[in-house]
């Protein structure tokens, strides 16, 4: 019975990280936004945004990688996340880009993207493409969205690394190794794909992983 309710809690928690929630949410994304914030920058950093790029990110949680974005480009970036809680907790901290026109936010899921066909030249995630049941979707509209010549960059949890917490071992996340995602992203129609890994700050068994690709000229 109490193994039942821990894994029913454990994958509650997970949940919490795949969709943040009221109360629950916003602990999960200040604990994210505590211990990732490093994660989020080495990702952004791979991306090389330059000025004059319109950059997407999709899953942004916390939303520092919108602020880190929109200090390396001066035109706009865009930020998509389905959960409502965390669209307005964003657009409430960044109104002033918001208003100056740098910055505009939109709920929802990467496989109905609300964006037109090449309208970016840099789009990318952190730690959101380990809760793609169907990563080929979501990388497909990636492809989709990004300008010839763009770049995707997909950070998340190599499969085998190791985690400071039980419930990251909750079936919540899909855990795949950098090989095995670039793969996907190839079969997407990525060229030049390739992996870059990090390991963790505390922990030096956990790994991170960016896989990066490019839409062809
Ligand atoms: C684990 S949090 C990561 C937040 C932040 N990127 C970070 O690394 O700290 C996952 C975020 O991605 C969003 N998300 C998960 N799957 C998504 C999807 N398919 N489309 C859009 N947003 C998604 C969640 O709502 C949440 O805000």
Not at 140 to 165: D, Q, T, W
Request: aromatic content about 10%; some cysteine.
């Amino acid at each position: 019975m109490l193994s039942i309710i821990r894994t029913a809690f454990r994958n509650y928690l997970a949940g919490q990280f795949r969709k943040p929630r009221g109360i629950a949410g916003l602990f999960a994304i200040r604990a994210m936004a505590r211990h990732n914030s490093y994660v989020t920058r080495w990702t952004i950093e791979n991306c090389e945004i330059l000025p004059g790029d319109t950059v997407l990110e999709i899953g942004f949680g916390h939303g520092l990688g919108l602020l880190l974005s929109a200090e390396r480009t001066n035109t706009k970036v865009y930020g998509m996340d389905f959960s409502l809680d965390m669209v307005h907790r964003a657009a409430h901290r960044y109104k002033e880009l918001i208003h100056a026109g740098r910055l505009e936010l939109a709920c929802g899921a990467v496989d109905t993207a609300p964006f037109q066909e090449g309208m970016f030249h840099k789009i990318y995630s952190v730690n959101v493409a380990c809760f793609w049941k169907e990563p080929l979707v979501e990388l497909r509209e990636i492809y989709r969205m990004l300008k010839p010549g763009g770049k995707a960059v997909c950070n998340f949890s190599e499969k085998g690394s190791e985690h400071s917490y039980k419930f990251q071992q909750s079936p919540v996340f899909i855990r795949f190794t950098g090989e095995e995602f670039a793969m996907l992203m190839t079969r997407a129609g990525f060229t030049g794909v390739q992996v870059v890994r990090k390991t963790g700050k505390k922990h030096a068994g956990h790994v991170s992983c960016c896989v990066i690709g490019q839409k062809a000229r």
